[in-house]
């Protein structure tokens, strides 16, 4: 268990329960994002995301759970992600414990692995859930999309006293649309389940404002910290793996060298040759 600090940014190298029962205060975080492993059988460098059965996958995330709301603030928010399988484990234990306001559906253009004999994943469950459902940040201006019916068609609304044209802007659904990160993308990092920038962006901006704490107990790339940190919130991050921690230290806290070793974005190989090598160019640009 090591931990690095740098003006309001901490980052915990080791497991997320033992550092969130010993390393974290009652009370004290505003907003936590949860990304877990998904007891998939994903492989995060030396970890294997396998539990012996869904049953024990959830008594094992119940303890963190447990742990995320001890140190969530009465007017805290968190948003939880898991696998479409296992959610309804979790959200099951949440709701007796928390107010879920929203389950929103993150939804993307292409499926992991293409599936030839069963309907291919395209999203995965998000839970929005606070600690007190009459008092909680949402900053809805901050998050406005483009409202496509009405305005962008012109119409009228009759339905009030002064007819009124459609507003052009409104409060996001909770179906979300986001490009899952792929290789050629510029945040790219190397790493089996990195989220995408806007997703976070959406979620601190809406759930936290400047100077809050924002606290990420499964960090992989580090991304919540990295776009919390931009938006002027305090971070608080763990992860178990070395090789993902290296990531955090040059992403969040803007170290060169770690261990003697330069940090560096990895280095991409994206030129793309003619002929021959077309078919399969395009057969790796499908699959990213
Ligand atoms: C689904 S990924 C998180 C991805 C992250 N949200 C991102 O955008 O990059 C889960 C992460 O949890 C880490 N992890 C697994 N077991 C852990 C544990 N017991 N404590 C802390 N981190 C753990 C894995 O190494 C992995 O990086």
Redesign the pocket.
């Known amino acids: 268990m090591k931990q690095y600090n740098s003006n309001g940014h901490i980052i915990h190298h080791?497991?997320?329960?033992?550092?969130l029962r010993s390393k974290i205060g009652d009370a004290s975080v505003d907003l936590i994002?949860v990304?877990?492993?998904?007891n998939i059988g994903?492989k995060?460098?030396?970890?294997e995301?396998r539990w012996s059965s869904d049953i024990e996958y959830a008594k094992w995330a119940y303890k963190?759970i447990d742990e995320c709301i001890r140190v969530l603030k009465p007017a805290g928010t968190m948003y939880l992600?898991t696998s479409t399988q296992a959610m309804p484990y979790l959200d099951l234990y949440i709701r007796e414990r928390l107010a879920v306001l929203s389950r929103i559906i993150w939804s993307y253009d292409s499926s992991g692995v293409q599936a030839k004999k069963y309907y291919g994943s395209l999203y995965e469950p998000i839970l929005h859930c606070v600690k007190n459902s009459n008092s909680y940040p949402f900053n809805a201006d901050e998050i406005l999309v483009e409202a496509k019916t009405g305005a962008k068609r012109k119409l009228i609304d009759y339905r009030g006293n002064t007819p009124k044209p459609y507003k052009t802007k409104k409060v996001p659904g909770n179906v979300w649309n986001f490009p899952r990160?792929r290789y050629r993308m510029g945040e790219y990092?190397k790493?089996?389940?990195?989220?995408?920038e806007a997703l976070?962006d959406r979620i601190i901006r809406a759930s936290s404002n400047k100077g809050d704490t924002v606290l990420?107990?499964?960090?992989?790339?580090?991304?919540?910290s990295a776009v919390a940190k931009a938006l002027g919130r305090n971070t608080i991050s763990?992860?178990?793996?070395e090789?993902?921690l290296r990531?955090g230290l040059r992403r969040v806290l803007e170290l060169d060298e770690y261990q003697g070793e330069r940090l560096e974005m990895p280095k991409k190989n994206t030129k793309i040759r003619n002929g021959r090598k077309t078919k399969q160019k395009e057969r790796i640009l499908k699959i990213l």
């Not at 080791?14 to 550092?19: F, K, L, Q, Y």
């Not at 790493?191 to 995408?196: A, D, L, N, V, W």
């Not at 990420?216 to 919540?224: K, L, N, R």
């Open positions: 080791g497991d997320a329960i033992e550092i994002f990304d877990p492993p998904y994903k995060f460098s030396q970890f995301d963190w992600m990160v990092e790493h089996p389940s990195q989220k995408p976070l990420d107990p499964f960090s992989g790339t580090f991304t919540t763990i992860e178990s793996q090789e993902y990531i």
